[in-house]
């Protein structure tokens, strides 16, 4: 087990500890034994822990036997069991969406430059730039102009819903960003199977304004005499995939533009 999460190799006839396992060795036993268990989980990415990522519990019904005497044995209070498991579930999934992320921005920058090539307006693309290589916390990614002139800030999130959904994380600031920025839109990238090839490939699915999905954005909760604050960081947001406008929100040559916070 150990060998196959990468924590032990062998040279001949000599075992050697990773790094990560002798780091790990250092911790008191319980707390080793929880750590161990969450990398061995979080690194096999197993299918049925990312299906867990989006609930609040655990479908133990879905848990290999293996998995859940190991759990059993480890954690007496089934509460600490669920909440490793979902902390695991989320983590995978947030290693898959954030592979997904590069891919997703290669996807839309290029599907901008075919915008602005297909408009004949080879002259402006120079001007499509991935601002998220420079900066990853302006509250968008993309920087590019359309045919008509017009420049466009675009947020690119990489969805792995199921086929109808769509779902992404938010950050706060990507959210005050949009709110705040007429010319600001969200354009989702979906992997779908691609026959020519028979291989998945990153496709620009549809985008959306602040207004498609502010009414899912938390608030924070109200000041409790001064004693109690919160303010709401990330969130992630669940969308029909019929809410997304198709295509980008670019613009071509002598097209009308769309009202400001449509």
């Known amino acids: 087990m150990l060998a196959r999460a990468g924590l032990l190799t062998t040279q001949g006839h000599l075992v050697i ?6 780091a790990m060795a250092r911790l008191p036993v319980d707390t080793f034994v929880e750590a161990l268990l969450f990398k061995i989980l979080t690194d096999q990415r197993e299918a049925w822990l990312a299906q867990m990522a989006t609930t609040d519990e655990v479908r133990w019904e879905l848990v290999p036997y293996d998995v859940a005497m190991a759990l059993a044995s480890t954690f007496e209070d089934v509460r600490e069991r669920d909440a490793l498991l979902l902390a695991a579930a989320r983590e995978v999934d947030l290693q898959v969406l954030q592979e997904f992320g590069d891919e997703g921005e290669q996807a839309v920058l290029e599907a901008c430059r075919t915008h602005l090539r ?7 693309l120079p001007d499509v730039a991935q601002v998220s290589l420079i900066d990853d916390t302006l509250g968008y990614d993309i920087a ?3 045919a008509a ?3 466009h800030r675009l947020e690119v999130k990489a969805t792995s819903a199921p086929p109808g959904w769509v779902e992404f994380f938010i950050s706060r600031n990507e959210a005050t960003v949009a709110q705040c920025d007429p010319r600001w839109s969200l354009v989702v990238t979906r992997r779908d199977h691609d026959p020519t090839i028979r291989e998945p490939v990153m496709r620009v699915a549809g985008w959306l304004t602040h207004s498609d999905f502010a009414a899912a954005l938390p608030a924070d909760p109200p000041v409790d005499g001064g004693q109690l604050r919160g303010r709401w ?3 992630r947001i669940t969308i029909s995939a019929q809410c997304l406008r198709p295509g980008l929100p670019l613009r071509k040559p002598n097209e009308p533009a769309e009202p400001a916070g449509r």
């Open 144 to 146: 590019s102009p359309d």
């Open 149 to 151: 002139g017009q420049r």
């Open 17 to 22: 500890p990773a790094d990560d396992l002798l």
């Open 118 to 124: 297909n408009a004949g307006m080879k002259h402006m």
């Open 233 to 235: 960081a990330s969130c």
